[in-house]
């Protein structure tokens, strides 16, 4: 009945009704069916990082006789191949920049657009994997599966390549921040061993008030407070960097 055929392929195909009642009114999954000896592939275009949750659908049908047709695209295996031929090209593009990239960033929009990339052309071969094994005397099915084995292939390493990548480029810059760190840390407490040796002489040398500095100086005590100031400095200075040593965290 014309009520049960789907919306998505072509009226004009001759395939069996139960591949219209399986069909709904989405593309779904990358998939086949088989009936009464007709084969229809129900593949992805190749998806983008803008479009991940939107999936057109590209159909290709094998009729009983063995002649191929397909849509949207027309060319039947011809159309097959320049199918493939879409995901080859995003595969080779993403290979060249995760060879060019060098931040973190650069890795992460890599794999934004590599993450559905991977996914579909896995369930791709997956469904030209079942068609090899439905249809084994058609050697234009088992040379289009030889190549969407080696697609998925390629954009696998591609993908582990970048996720590797921006592993790596996180874990550098993690250890130049730790480096930053830890000489912060040291020059701080260079600083703090500083004050401690000067802040009993600054202390010694306020009880001399406002007074004149030509009176301070012809002063005969200031000596003795200077050299007081000195060893109470050098005392407390070996406190504070006794105490940063016994509170440095042990590795």
Do not use: C
């Not at 002649?67 to 290979?95: C, F, M, N, Q």
């Amino acid at each position: 009945m014309e009520t049960n055929r789907s919306r998505l392929m072509p009226r004009m195909w001759e395939v069996p009704d139960a591949f219209h009642r399986r069909l709904g009114d989405s593309a779904g999954r990358q998939r086949l069916m088989d009936e009464d000896g007709h084969l229809l592939l129900i593949l992805h275009e190749a998806p983008r990082a803008i479009d991940d949750a939107d999936r057109k659908a590209a159909f290709f049908w094998r009729d009983t006789n063995g002649t191929w047709k397909s849509s949207p695209e027309p060319g039947g295996v011809a159309a097959l191949k320049i199918h493939l031929e879409v995901y080859r090209t995003l595969i080779h593009d993403l290979d060249e920049r995760v060879e060019a990239a060098q931040s973190a960033q650069e890795y992460f929009e890599i794999l934004k657009e590599a993450t559905p990339l991977l996914r579909s052309t896995r369930h791709m071969m997956e469904v030209l994997q079942k068609a090899r094994e439905l249809r084994k005397d058609d050697r234009q099915i088992l040379l289009i599966r030889d190549e969407a084995s080696e697609l998925e292939r390629a954009i696998d390493l591609a993908h582990a390549d970048a996720k590797d990548g921006m592993e790596f480029v996180i874990a550098e810059n993690a250890a130049e921040q730790s480096e930053l760190s830890l000489r912060a840390t040291l020059e701080s407490r260079r600083l703090n061993r500083l004050v401690a040796f000067f802040f009993p002489l600054g202390t010694l040398i306020s009880l001399f008030g406002m007074n004149d500095p030509q009176e301070i100086l012809n002063n005969r005590s200031l000596i003795w407070v200077v050299i007081l100031g000195i060893v109470l400095g050098l005392v407390v200075g070996l406190a504070v960097g006794r105490g940063q040593k016994e509170g440095r965290p042990r590795e």
